[in-house]
C-alpha cells in the first residue's frame, strides 16, 4: 500500500505561482512513477505531468508545457509541482498519484492516489 499527501494548494492571483508538493511513504518510492492530474467542477480528471521513477523522463499535457514543472526527490520520498504563469483555467482540485509503471497520459491509470489539493486562481 502507498499513502499519498499532497500540500501546497491555496488561492493565488492570475500569473502567479504555486508549489504542490506530495509525500509518498508505504513502499519503496524509487520503484515507483510519478504523477499529477487535476479536476475542474463539472469536468473529467485529466492528466498534468508524469515522471519517471529516476526523475529522467518527463512527460506534460500541452495545456501546462512551458509553465509547470514536474520534480522528484527520491530521498524525500516527495513530487513537486511546480506551476507558474497561472491562469484561471488552471483552477481545479490537484491529485497526486503513483503507479509502477510510468504515467504519460489521461490514459494511464495510477493505482494509488492522494486526496486532492484546491488550486483556485483568481483574475
Known amino acids: 500500500q502507498v499513502q499519498l499527501v499532497e500540500s501546497g494548494g491555496g488561492l493565488v492571483q492570475a500569473g502567479g505561482s504555486l508549489r504542490l508538493s506530495c509525500a509518498a511513504s508505504?513502499?519503496?518510492?524509487?520503484?515507483?512513477?510519478m504523477g499529477w492530474f487535476r479536476q475542474a467542477p463539472g469536468t473529467e480528471r485529466e492528466f498534468v505531468l508524469g515522471?519517471?521513477?529516476?526523475?529522467?523522463?518527463?512527460y506534460y499535457a500541452d495545456s501546462v508545457k512551458g509553465r509547470f514543472t514536474i520534480s522528484r526527490d527520491n530521498a524525500k520520498n516527495t513530487v513537486y509541482l511546480q506551476m507558474n504563469s497561472l491562469k484561471r483555467e488552471d483552477t481545479a482540485v490537484y491529485y497526486c498519484?503513483?503507479?509502477?509503471?510510468?504515467?504519460?497520459?489521461?490514459?494511464?491509470?495510477?493505482?494509488?492516489w492522494g486526496q486532492g489539493t484546491q488550486v483556485t486562481v483568481s483574475s
Open positions: 508505504g513502499r519503496t518510492f524509487s520503484n515507483y512513477a
Open positions: 515522471i519517471s521513477r529516476s526523475g529522467g523522463n518527463t
Open positions: 498519484a503513483t503507479e509502477i509503471l510510468p504515467i504519460t497520459s489521461t490514459q494511464s491509470l495510477p493505482t494509488y
